[in-house]
């Protein structure tokens, strides 16, 4: 437990705070291991080569994930002041959200569980 005054607590946890932009995206209808098929292919890039990889990728999750890195593109450009040429992918990854369970009728009066799974992922963008 931090000790000192309410304010002053919160000052130093603003000062631990990551200022590297980063975009995330919650309970997307997407699974974690689908996700990381397109994560992998734009990890440590720059975000311009980053952006043709999503852009022409037929996987689902790429329109997802496209979306994802223009706004954490825009949230380099306008809240922290940075020059988009510089810019590449730091850290992008995807973690398991709750997962939506469905029953699917089966024969002689049984039920089997789909599972639909979700995820939360998230883009860190960084200058060279």
Same mark, same amino acid.
């Given at each position: 437990?931090?000790k000192?005054?309410?304010s002053?607590?919160?000052?130093?946890?603003?000062?631990q705070k990551d200022t590297?932009?980063?975009?995330?995206l919650?309970?997307?209808?997407?699974?974690?291991?689908?996700?990381?098929?397109?994560?992998?292919? *734009? @990890?440590?890039?720059?975000?311009?080569t !980053?952006?043709? +990889?999503?852009t022409?990728?037929?996987?689902?999750?790429?329109?997802?994930?496209?979306?994802l890195?223009?706004?954490?593109?825009?949230?380099a450009?306008n809240?922290?002041?940075?020059?988009?040429?510089?810019?590449y992918?730091?850290?992008?990854?995807?973690?398991?959200?709750?997962?939506?369970?469905? *029953? @699917?009728?089966?024969?002689?009066?049984? !039920?089997?569980? +789909?599972?639909k799974?979700?995820?939360?992922?998230t883009?860190?963008l960084n200058?060279?």
């Amino acid at each position: 437990m931090a000790k000192g005054h309410r304010s002053q607590i919160k000052r130093e946890r603003n000062a631990q705070k990551d200022t590297r932009p980063s975009a995330k995206l919650s309970y997307a209808r997407v699974s974690v291991q689908k996700a990381c098929f397109v994560l992998d292919a *734009i @990890r440590g890039k720059d975000v311009q080569t !980053a952006l043709g +990889i999503v852009t022409y990728n037929p996987r689902y999750a790429s329109t997802l994930i496209k979306k994802l890195l223009e706004s954490a593109i825009a949230n380099a450009e306008n809240n922290n002041g940075m020059n988009v040429e510089n810019l590449y992918v730091e850290e992008c990854y995807a973690n398991q959200a709750p997962t939506m369970k469905r *029953i @699917r009728p089966r024969a002689q009066g049984r !039920a089997y569980r +789909i599972e639909k799974r979700s995820s939360h992922i998230t883009v860190v963008l960084n200058e060279r």
